[in-house]
């Protein structure tokens, strides 16, 4: 992620919180795969360097797969979060951290669009308001499935 603001990124964003989730699918991968884990928590600095001040991270989920068969309270607090307007962004290291079935998927993304939240990921930021990066969000959630 480049530490230039993007454009897409308002005071009225920044106004609100970001919102970093932090998932690894298995307790294996929570005990082995700890540069994973570094890197996700790392997007909490990186947020505060493109100026917003107030950071959650959401680290409820880790162990648990993202798949929805299984219940993500870390997952249905960012939801909340999003539905109150009190996210400016979210953050994940790939967006498939966020969910790995199109429902939860489409679902926040949904979400997202209609409170003008961000989603930001290694490779952009979206806008799902946006009809080009709804696009791209639509085509990150199949492959993540």
């Keep these: 992620m480049s530490a230039l603001l993007p454009t ?3 005071p009225q964003h920044l106004q ?3 919102y970093v989730y932090v ?3 298995t307790v294996t991968q929570v005990h082995e795969h700890l540069e994973s884990q570094r890197r996700q928590y790392a997007l909490a600095e990186h947020a505060r360097t493109w100026g917003w001040q107030h950071v959650e991270v959401v680290d409820d989920d880790l162990g648990r797969s993202g798949s929805g068969r299984v219940v993500r309270p870390g997952f249905e607090r960012l939801v909340a979060a ?3 307007e009190h996210v400016g962004a979210v953050f994940a290291l790939e967006a498939s951290r966020l969910a790995r079935n199109n429902r939860d998927w489409h679902h926040l993304v949904d979400l997202c669009g209609l409170t003008a939240t961000l989603l930001i990921d290694g490779e952009g930021v979206y806008d799902p308001r946006d009809f080009n990066d709804r696009l791209l969000l639509g085509l990150k959630g199949t492959m993540s499935e």
């Design 8 to 10: 897409k990124i308002t």
């Design 82 to 84: 999003v539905c109150d």
């Design 16 to 18: 609100r919180a970001a």
């Design 23 to 25: 998932r690894q699918s």
